[in-house]
C-alpha cells in the first residue's frame, strides 16, 4: 500500500474541518473493508485516511417508534443485527445487512460504507431505498439530506463530493402493520456479490385487507440501484393477492436493466428480480401482518 | 514517508506496545513486528478468513484492519487459545476429528468457532457453518470441521453443566 496518514476525528466538527483543508487528497474510511482492499490494488490512493469511527453521531443506533430510526453511517454491520429494535422494525433492512461478506466483514463493514462504495450490487441498498432511507451529508458548506435511491450516479460513484462525509441514515418510523425483507440470489451460500438483490417495505390496512404503501429496490440490475417505482405503485390501494404480487415483479424486471458479466446473464437477471421481487414483497407482507400494534 | 505511530493495545491478555507506519495492517504487525505468526496471509482482501482474530469480541479480518486502529483495543490471536495446561476443547477436537491436513486456514477457523461459541455455546450446525463461512479450506471440505465444532460445543456445555 502507498504510504497514508492516517487521521481519526472525534467530532463531526473536527472531521468536516479536515476535510475541508484536504478534501481532495482525503478518503473517509469506516469499516475500511472495501477501502483498504482499494489502497492495496492502487485503485484509490488518498493521501490522507480520515477514520470516521471515533465519531459518536456515526455509531449511533438511535430509534424510537414515534421518531424513527437514526443509523449513523459507520456502524458495523454486525451491531446491527445484535440489536433487537434493528431486527424487530426493520428486518429487511438488519438482513441485509447481515448478508454482507462474512462474520468477519461484518465486525467492520458499515451500511454508510457499503452505500458510499457506490457498487449496483450493495446489498444494503435496495433495502435502504425499500425503507425510505435519507442521508444526512455534511460539509464544509453545510448540511444535506439525499435520498438513498438517489444517491449513487453510476458504479463506483455517488453525489458526495471530495469534502462531504456520509453522518447518518434518517429512516421513518414504523407505521402500523408495515415491514420489509430483503433478498438476494447468489451462487453459493455466503460471501459471494448479489447476483439480483431486492428489498421491500409494505404496509398494510388490515382492517381493508389492501396495502397502503410500498416501496420496492433492486440491486445488481442496473449502474446504480434502483428505486422500482411503478413496481411499487402497483401495489398500493391494492389487495395484495398473486396477480398484484405478478403486476408489480413484471414492474419490478421493466424496471431493471441487468447486464451480461461473469455472475449472470442479463436474462437470468431479469427472471431473478421477478422471483425475488414476490419473494419479498409476500414476506414483508407477512411480516407486516404479523407486526403487532406499536 | 508518513509518521510511525505508538500503539497500545492488549494481545491475548497481555498489555503491547508497537510502533508501525499508518499504511501497515494489523496482520503485519503481528506477524513482522510481533512474531505472532500463527495467523495467516491468504488473499489480503478478507475473503479466506485465514488471518481471522477477535477485536473487541469479535472475529475480524487482521488484513482489513489498520495496525493503528488496534489502539485501546482488546485482541485475541490463535497463539492465545490455547491454556498453559494444554490444549483448547477446540483444539483438542480439530485433532480428534482431523478437521485439518495443511493447517493454513486452522487459525482462522478455530478463531472464528472460539468466538462463535463464546457468543452462541450450543449453535445448531447451520449457524456453525454461516460463522463459518468466511474462513475457506481447500484441504478437507469443511465437513470434519463443522463435526469437531459440534463436538467442542458438546464438551464445553456439558463441562459447564457439570
Known sequence: ?294 | MAKKTVVETTINGETVEFLCEPRESLLEVLRDELELTGSKEGCLTGDCGACTVVVDGRPTCSCLVLAVEANGKKIDTIEGLARPEGLHVLQQKFLEHAALQCGICTPGVLMSAKALLDRTPNPTEAEIRYALAGNLCRCTGYDKIVRAVVDAAKTLSSARAA
Open chain 1, 1 to 294: 500500500m502507498h504510504a497514508i496518514n492516517y487521521e481519526s476525528p472525534s467530532t463531526l466538527d473536527q472531521a468536516v474541518k479536515f476535510m475541508a483543508a484536504h478534501g481532495e487528497k482525503a478518503r473517509a474510511m469506516s469499516g475500511g473493508s472495501d477501502l483498504i482492499i482499494q489502497m492495496r490494488a492502487a485503485v484509490r490512493r488518498p493521501e490522507y485516511v480520515v477514520d470516521l469511527k471515533k465519531i459518536p453521531e456515526l455509531r449511533q443506533i438511535s430509534f424510537s417508534v414515534q421518531h424513527g430510526l437514526k443509523l449513523g453511517a459507520a456502524v458495523p454491520a454486525i451491531e446491527i443485527h445484535e440489536n433487537a429494535d434493528m431486527r424487530k422494525y426493520y428486518p429487511g433492512l438488519t438482513e441485509a445487512a447481515h448478508l454482507i461478506g462474512s462474520l468477519q466483514i461484518q465486525s467492520r463493514a458499515s451500511v454508510g460504507g457499503n452505500l458510499c462504495n457506490g457498487s449496483p450490487a450493495a446489498d444494503t441498498i435496495p433495502a435502504l431505498i425499500a425503507v425510505g432511507a435519507k442521508c444526512r451529508v455534511l460539509g464544509p458548506k453545510g448540511e444535506r439530506i439525499v435520498a438513498a435511491e438517489d444517491f449513487c450516479t453510476g458504479p463506483g460513484r455517488t453525489v458526495l463530493a471530495p469534502d462531504e462525509i456520509l453522518v447518518e441514515f434518517q429512516i421513518p418510523g414504523p407505521a402500523p402493520h408495515s415491514s420489509d425483507a430483503y433478498q438476494r440470489f447468489i451462487p453459493r451460500n455466503e460471501m459471494d456479490i448479489a447476483v439480483v438483490g431486492v428489498g421491500a417495505s409494505i404496509t398494510l390496512d388490515l382492517g381493508e385487507d389492501r396495502c397502503t404503501a410500498a416501496r420496492i429496490g433492486l440491486g445488481a440490475v442496473g449502474p446504480t440501484p434502483i428505486f422500482a417505482k411503478e413496481a411499487s405503485a402497483a401495489l398500493v390501494g391494492k389487495k395484495l393477492d398473486a396477480g398484484t404480487i405478478e403486476k408489480a415483479a413484471q414492474a419490478a424486471i421493466a424496471a431493471s436493466s441487468p447486464i451480461d458479466d461473469m455472475r449472470g446473464t442479463a436474462e437470468f437477471r431479469r427472471h431473478l428480480v421477478g422471483v425475488l421481487t414476490r419473494r419479498v414483497v409476500t414476506l414483508a407482507a407477512e411480516r407486516a401482518r404479523m407486526a403487532t400494534s406499536r
